[in-house]
């Protein structure tokens, strides 16, 4: 061989370190930005169970206000019909607390679909970043498998294996743009 065939060859040898240095340097920030959106959404999915949870302890507290004003009305009704000869003042009294009952019982009605929506609401975010986060998650495992198979390309001079390692990052590509835009 040449002394201008192995210049050549260490400077196609040179210019392979070069790329392949670039690409895992690529690969590595492509990650830690990954791994910062699988967080951002796995924190979201973990909070949004915490409010969902509050959401439906609240819709419950009222459930249970609303029975307690359903039977003290009921009870209340019972009572009423059964006395006779009442006074008509303390008729009127026995009426208005029937009607704030009622009117009670309808604003929980009311409070409790506002709170059911709401939690409703929280549960679909919920599964939204709980996907996203583990679309992320998935796409991760793609990054990492490539920066492996890149340094052990680096380490035992094959090629083969950094192509196989700029292939994961189609994978990659797939997740992460899956958690964005929902694919299937």
Known sequence: MSNNEE?????????????LALSTAIMAVLAALTTLYMGKFSSRAIMAQGQESDQWAYYQAKSIKQHTFELSKNALMLQFHSQKDL????AEEFQKTLKKYGDDIKRYEGEKKEIKDKAESTAKGK?????????FGYALIFLQIALMLSSIASLTKRHYLWYIGLACNIGWLFFFMDAWMHFY
């Not at 006074?87 to 303390?90: G, K, S």
Request: hydrophobic residues 30%.
């Open 87 to 90: 006074p008509p003042a303390v």
């Open 127 to 135: 599964l939204i970043a709980q996907e996203m986060g583990g679309n």
């Open 7 to 19: 210049k050549e060859k260490e400077k196609e040898k040179e210019k392979w370190q070069g790329w």
